[in-house]
Structures are given as structure tokens and as C-alpha cells.
């Protein structure tokens, strides 16, 4: 009886293992799944959130109060900028800032609220999603929040999606430095919490990123899966690798992955409309 | 109750406890460590009914556990860690049902074997996500938090179990 389980068992993975090469035949399962238990997790998040409400009530106290502080701090530093009318230390921060803006205007976006979340025990970091193929949404596509970069999507059944956060280990974004336009890929180091740092490596090993550069998605053709210029961190310390003479910086993501609530997949991008108008060869 | 409806229930159980696992027990997780519903369900069937028992329970619940969204690794995975677990623990009861430090002691114990299986897993698969140095860390912390509710799940879930049971084995 143990012995036919764990042949099973081993089955189903040999079965799935191989889904990097050619799809696997348990895809079509998995999307069953999905589509029941999305829902599910979906009425389960919503009918108990008052009482999931409660350790995040705490935490926002403290945190409240915290950032009362900050922000009363960061008033008065800025009212000192303001008389001294030199404000150039934070053009960068506001440039970014209107970049963003200009690119949200350029999308087009389908909001999504997270309903599950994996465990720490599974070693990976993915979320579900409360939006599937009937909202238009589908494997490869950019997911964001109003902080910046959260993930892409990876699996999608009608109701539901998994998306891949890219605090992940096993995932990485090309990326762009806001002030040099450097490019270089930001891998994950799998930790949620606050210290959870994303890693970037430049392509060009001569180039060392500074402390508090914005890293900007590179994008790739058709805005798949990450459409280009979405803020993913600012830099918060660089160090260099003996072994691979390339400089890595330790990038600070935007996005806070232990408390995501409201996200946006993106369906559309400007730049993805030119490159259909163009058939595609727009480069 | 007739073996189909049993069935039936138990099935409804699993799938009760992973989607609670996924979407409740999320916002009480420490540092991303979520305690292991499904485990505990699997450790409550080997301590009312043995190995063979909850071996079958535990490839179901690792089954759902594998498939269901934001699961991400290969299937499986949670499958064979929980058949294992199942085993493992039924063959450990031995004849009598445990006292209570005892059933917190085999909580421990499933839960180490358990989540290093999953690693151990991860490991041979190349999963980008499992290093020993994130195992090593992951593994107390899961343990500590799934024997933190055991007085809270364990004794509902075996009474459960126990209604469960056929009563006309003698």
C-alpha cells in the first residue's frame, strides 16, 4: 500500500519534471484545481478577512506610528530643502516618480486582489490572484502594484492566477538602471520580509551602480513577460565578485511581498499596441 | 455511514484544510512559515488509524497541496513528503494512541520529516528555491509553528477521525 504510494508519488513528479521542456501533462490538471479551489480560497479570504484583519491591525499601529515619524521628519527636512530652493538631491526620486506616471497612463491594467499565498515551507514565492483567462489574463504577464514591479503571472485557470513574485530565487527581470540606462538582471533572494533584498548584476562589468539608483524594468519585445520601465528598487549597497568580475548591487524592492493586497496585471502597454500596429518587427 | 460517503468526507476534509492553509493561515505567518494544516490532518489520521490509513490521506492532501494555485514546484512533491510522513508516524504510534506530549512530540517529529523530505526533494530537482542554509532555517521555524497549534487543530481533527471510523471491525 505505502510502497504503490510512493510509487505514485514519484510518478507524478517524474511526470511534472519535465514541464521546462515541453508542457507537462499535469498542466491541464493543475488548471482543474485552479478553477476549483480559486474560488474557494477566494471566499475563504474575503468571509474571514475581519478576523485576518487583526495581527494586520497591530502591525499598523506600530507602523503608523512609525511612519508618522518618518514622514513628520521628512517634512521638515523638506521644508529646509524648500527655503534653501536646492532640491537637486531628490530630482532623481521625482523623475522616477514622473516617469511612473506617465507609463501608468500607457497601460492597460486588470486589478487583482491576492487571495492566497505560499508557504515558506514550499520554497517558493508565489501568490494567487483572484483573476483568471476571463478577466483576459494569461501566463507571461506583468503583475504590479502602485509601489512598483510584484511578479509575473505563471499559471492561469478561468478565475484564478499564480503569479511568480520576483523576490523568488528562481526568478530574474531584466533591468535598467534609471540613471545610466545600464542593463543588467535582478534575481530574488527569496526572502519576504522587510530585509528581503533583490540582487542586480550589470551586463557591463565596468559600470558601477550608485546608492540610491532607481532600477527600472528593461522590457522585453511585446511587453512579455515584463513590459519595460516599471520601478522595481533603488540600490542600497554595491559590492564587487572576485570570481565573476562583474559588480553586484543590492537593490531594495519597491513593492513591500508580505503585505500584498490590491494588484494590477497588465493586459496592454503602449508599447505592445506599436508593436502589432508594426507586425511585430518594430525591432 | 457507508464507505462511499466516508470517502466523501475525508476528501471534503483535505480540501477544507489546504484552502484554509493557503488563504487564512497565510496572514498569521511568521516570516512566511505557514503552519501545515495539511500536515497535522495527516499526523491525526496516523494517530486514529495507522500507517496504511494515512499514507492514503497523505498522498491525497500532498496531491491537492501539489496542484493547487500558487503551488509552483513540481507535483508530487508534497505527495511523497506526506505518504512518508503518514507512515512514518502511523508505524510510530505503535498499539496505543499517544498521550498529549506525545502527540506533540510526533507533530515535531512529522513536521522535520515532512518539510525535509519536500527540501530534500527541492534538492534533487534543482529548485532554485531550496539551498541546505534556507532548509536548516525553514525546517525549526515550521516545526516550532506547527506544534504551536496543534492544541488548537490536532484534538478536533482526531475526534473527526474517530467518528469517521467503521465501528463494526470486531
Known sequence: MVGLLVLASLTVLTLDARREDDGSPLDSLRTGVGSVLGPAQDGATSALRPLTDIPKHFEQVAELRDRNQALQAANDQLTQQLRVAGANAHRDAELGGVDRLANTEDLDVVKAEVVGMGAAQSFSRTVSIDVGTRDGVAPDLTVINADGLVGRVVESSATTSTVLLIIDPGSTVGGRLGESMELGFIDGDGDLSAAGRLELSLVDHTVSPREGDVVVTWGSRGGAPYVAGIPVGSVESVHSSPAELTQIAEVRPFVDFSSLDVVAVVTGSADRRTDDLAGGAAW | ?170
Open chain 2, 1 to 170: 455511514m457507508s464507505k462511499a460517503l466516508r470517502v466523501i468526507v475525508v476528501t471534503a476534509l483535505i480540501v477544507v484544510t489546504v484552502t484554509l492553509q493557503i488563504s487564512i493561515f497565510t496572514h498569521f505567518s511568521i516570516s512566511g512559515v505557514v503552519p501545515d494544516l495539511a500536515m497535522l490532518l495527516v499526523i491525526a489520521a496516523a494517530l486514529v488509524r495507522g500507517p496504511d490509513y494515512a499514507a492514503g490521506v497523505g498522498f491525497a492532501a500532498g496531491l491537492v497541496l501539489d496542484l493547487a494555485p500558487p503551488a509552483d514546484h513540481t507535483a508530487g512533491r508534497w505527495a511523497l513528503s506526506l505518504v512518508v510522513v503518514g507512515y512514518l508516524i502511523g508505524l510510530a504510534r505503535g498499539d496505543a494512541e499517544p498521550t498529549a506530549l506525545g502527540t506533540v512530540f510526533m507533530v515535531a517529529a512529522g513536521a522535520f520529516i515532512g518539510t525535509s523530505v519536500f527540501a530534500l526533494t527541492g534538492l534533487v530537482l534543482g529548485d532554485p528555491g531550496v539551498s541546505v542554509a534556507s532548509a536548516l532555517e525553514v525546517v525549526p521555524r515550521a516545526m516550532l509553528y506547527d506544534v504551536l497549534v496543534t492544541p488548537l487543530v490536532v484534538p478536533l481533527v482526531v475526534m473527526l477521525f474517530r467518528r469517521l471510523q467503521p465501528v463494526d471491525r470486531w
